[in-house]
């Protein structure tokens, strides 16, 4: 079970857990009852009505992971938050590379933060937040979801936290095998969003679009693409493409 240090508010659950990484153990989770500044991946900013979403950062100290192959510590935590959310509800995805959806709606979002030393990593900051009963969304956000409007229930946000957390570092035990980390790959492929075989339209940062189907994700992170235009493979990083979704009426 992790250390929980529960904060009023705080600019940014990842950037307490950095400032003070020296000082706190490793399994140490920090919740915030209201975040200023919380962020998404490649700055994006995530909107949480305070006291009504589970918004923490869990600090994992020298994880098992090479750094080529961080990307399993993004696989288990986003792995870990969809098992959590299953007790609740069925049919959570994780889309690429760790959004937590519902259908095509967005429950929850994960920022990971590595610090390294001349070993690798020395330690990670796993940020998440999960929408769990915010019922109306103001920041414009393509299909925001949370659990509430999923199930029709009120949850209390220290116990979900509390499950999450502990999720999150079961997952993260890592031991160092290849057959664990093959075995958390595969997995992860089994709980990608669009990832059936099917053409899905996908967009290009200069805002052209293409029909493409998932054909694999590598332990980087980058996501191949196979264009079926053309039958040719493509592979992209983090931000280097995105899906289309529809927008649709609020869940």
Request: hydrophobic share 35%; glycine share 8%.
């Amino acid at each position: 079970m992790p250390n929980i240090i529960l904060l009023q508010e705080t600019a940014s659950t990842n950037d307490f857990i950095k400032r003070n990484a020296n000082t706190l153990q490793s399994g140490t989770l920090i919740y915030a009852y209201k975040q200023t500044a919380g962020r998404g991946q490649k700055g994006n900013t995530w909107e949480a009505e305070p006291g009504k979403n589970s918004t923490f950062s869990l600090l994992i100290k020298k994880p098992k992971v090479d750094v080529k192959e961080q990307f399993y510590i993004s696989e288990a935590v986003s792995l870990a938050i969809v098992d959590a959310l299953e007790k609740y509800a069925d049919g959570f995805k994780i889309k690429w590379p760790n959004d937590i959806y519902y259908g095509d709606y967005k429950i929850g979002g994960i920022l990971i933060e590595h610090s390294l030393d001349s070993e690798g990593i020395d330690y990670t900051v796993i940020g998440v937040g999960v929408n769990i009963n915010q019922q109306a969304f103001i920041s414009g956000a393509p299909n925001p979801a949370s659990l509430t409007r999923i199930t029709g229930d009120f949850y209390e946000i220290g116990k979900i936290t509390e499950e999450f957390g502990e999720m999150v570092e079961s997952y993260c035990r890592f031991d160092g095998s290849r057959k664990q980390l093959n075995a958390l790959h595969e997995r992860y492929l089994k709980r990608l969003y669009r990832n059936d075989g099917m053409s899905h339209r996908f967009v290009l940062p200069t805002g052209v679009q293409f029909q493409a189907i998932i054909e694999a994700v590598a332990p980087d992170g980058t996501i191949t693409l196979r264009h079926t235009a053309d039958g040719t493979l493509h592979h992209y990083q983090f931000k280097e493409v995105g899906f289309v979704i529809n927008k649709k009426k609020y869940l």
